[in-house]
Each structure stands twice: as C-alpha cells, then as structure tokens.
C-alpha cells in the first residue's frame, strides 16, 4: 500500500529531487522543497491506512479537507462517485484491496489536480479573448487538442497547478508564489499559440 501512494503520487507528476514532470517526462522544472510537499500529502494517505482498511471510506476522504479548495460537498462528491466505481468492480472476481485502493487514490488525486487547472484554464480563456474575438467554445476545442496531444505547456501547467494547490495546503508560501509565476509563463505561452492560429 504504502509503495501504491509513492507510485500513484509521482507518476505523471513528481520525479524526485525537488523536479516536477510534464504528464510525460520530456518537459520538467526544479522547484525547491516541492519534495517535503509532495512527502506531507503522502502521509495523509499512510498515516491513515487504518481507516482505509477498516472500510471507513468517508472518514478517510474527510482528512483531505485540509487541501486547498476541498470541503464538506467536495468529500461527498468524491464519496458517491467511489461508490459507484465500487459498485462497478463487485462484480470482478480478482477484486482485492490494493485495487480498491488505488481507485480511492486515483479519485482523490484526479480531484485535486482539477481544482486549480480549471482556474489556470479559465485565465488562458480570459487571455485570449482580450486580443481575439473568438467564441469559447474555439478556445475549449483547442484546448482539448493541446491536452489530448499531451503538449508540453499544457502538460506542465496542469502539474504547476496541481503544486501550487498542494503548497497552499501545507502553507508552503514560497512555493505557492513560485508556482503561480511559473503557471502565468505557461499560460501566457498557451494564449499566444491559440491566438498565432486564429490571427
């Protein structure tokens, strides 16, 4: 299990030595103490396998509060959506508690990784229609191609975003202002490709 969170944390996302990654390693950035970050959210998870393995599911998802932007309703979302992955994979017969976990993880991590993109999202948006006059949904079509070709900017940002959440959480100041100076970068440098293409 506790080889599970090390493994599901850093895939995609951590490399070790203070380097976040790109969903695939080819674009990275050094960004200090990134590691005592990563290694506090990890001891949410193993500090608390008790609850897990005992079934307690919610009371589990409940000590995730102390992330940036997770509350009450959120913890309840990720809940009923757990239980219908759950109810999913009774039927399988080599269902087992590693691979429940790994759901739980995978559900937890998915859902904090999105609260700050979609806000780094939103300003890319906010960007671009300040210099074209371009509908929205042009702006999500490209967007959506730029993610499903794993590009870098895009990539990277999405990590950026999901540290800066993480140093938020665990009052990491520095960090958070570092991340937030690195995502405006990325964003400015996705605006500007959507922009050269509709020019």
Same mark, same amino acid.
């Given at each position: 299990?506790?080889?599970?969170?090390?493994?599901?944390?850093?895939?995609?996302?951590?490399?070790?030595?203070?380097?976040?990654?790109?969903?695939?390693?080819?674009?990275?950035?050094?960004?200090?103490?990134?590691?005592?970050?990563?290694?506090?959210?990890?001891?949410?998870?193993?500090?608390?396998?008790?609850?897990?393995?005992?079934?307690?599911?919610?009371?589990?998802?409940?000590? =995730?509060? %102390?992330?940036?932007?997770?509350?009450?309703?959120?913890?309840?979302?990720?809940?009923?959506?757990?239980?219908?992955?759950?109810?999913?994979? %009774?039927?399988?017969?080599?269902?087992?508690?590693?691979?429940?976990?790994?759901?739980?993880?995978?559900?937890?991590?998915?859902?904090?990784?999105?609260?700050?993109?979609?806000?780094?999202?939103?300003?890319?948006?906010? +960007?671009?229609?300040?210099?074209?006059?371009?509908?929205?949904?042009?702006?999500?079509?490209?967007?959506?191609?730029? =993610?499903? &070709?794993?590009?870098?900017?895009?990539?990277?940002?999405?990590?950026?975003?999901?540290?800066?959440?993480?140093?938020?959480?665990?009052?990491?100041?520095?960090?958070?202002?570092?991340? %937030?100076?690195?995502?405006? &970068?990325?964003?400015? +440098?996705?605006?500007?490709?959507?922009?050269?293409?509709?020019?």
């Amino acid at each position: 299990m506790y080889e599970g969170t090390e493994n599901l944390i850093n895939q995609q996302f951590y490399k070790g030595k203070d380097i976040i990654t790109g969903r695939t390693p080819e674009i990275s950035l050094k960004i200090s103490n990134s590691g005592q970050i990563i290694r506090k959210f990890k001891d949410i998870f193993n500090q608390n396998l008790n609850l897990f393995l005992e079934g307690k599911y919610l009371e589990f998802l409940k000590l =995730f509060r %102390k992330i940036k932007g997770i509350d009450e309703n959120f913890v309840r979302e990720i809940y009923q959506d757990l239980q219908f992955k759950f109810e999913s994979v %009774k039927e399988a017969e080599n269902i087992n508690t590693v691979i429940i976990y790994t759901l739980v993880l995978n559900s937890i991590i998915s859902s904090i990784r999105d609260l700050n993109f979609e806000e780094a999202i939103r300003e890319i948006k906010k +960007r671009i229609l300040k210099k074209l006059n371009i509908h929205e949904s042009v702006i999500k079509k490209e967007l959506d191609m730029l =993610f499903m &070709k794993n590009d870098r900017n895009i990539s990277i940002l999405y990590n950026i975003s999901y540290l800066d959440t993480l140093a938020e959480s665990f009052n990491y100041k520095k960090v958070a202002h570092i991340c %937030k100076i690195q995502q405006s &970068k990325f964003i400015n +440098r996705i605006a500007r490709r959507i922009i050269s293409l509709h020019s």
